[in-house]
């Protein structure tokens, strides 16, 4: 499975920015969805995932800014950012689940400073 992410970029604190990924395999292949970010220095950490029925789980410092969905029939998922802080700073990684096996996409950078 490949995972193309896209979105990234510059933003103010206080503002939204949108990240997709696109997969090369069916969606409703692919048993979870989701987000991991690595800031520099730091190690790679859990943002949300999104199951294949579209149930949602995400990290207690994003609950109520951050909101991920998924277009199963799209292969495609996407995690809309609010209310950004500098300490959302990272690179944000793409990651699928097919039959029990992790693949992750190409990080795009999410920088937050005013």
């Known amino acids: 499975v490949q995972l193309q992410a896209s979105g990234g970029g510059l933003a103010q604190p206080g503002g939204s920015l949108r990240l997709s990924c696109v997969a090369s395999e069916s969606g409703f292949s692919l048993q979870s969805m989701g987000w991991f970010r690595q800031a520099p220095g730091k190690q790679r950490e859990f943002v949300a995932r999104i199951g294949r029925g579209l149930n949602t789980d995400y990290a207690d410092p994003v609950k109520g800014r951050f909101t991920i969905s998924r277009d199963n029939a799209k292969s495609s998922m996407s995690l809309q950012m609010n209310n950004l802080e500098p300490d959302d700073t990272a690179a944000y990684f793409c990651?699928?689940?097919?039959?029990?096996?992790?693949?992750w996409g190409n990080g795009t950078q999410v920088t937050v400073s005013s």
């Open positions: 990651w699928a689940v097919r039959n029990g096996m992790d693949y």
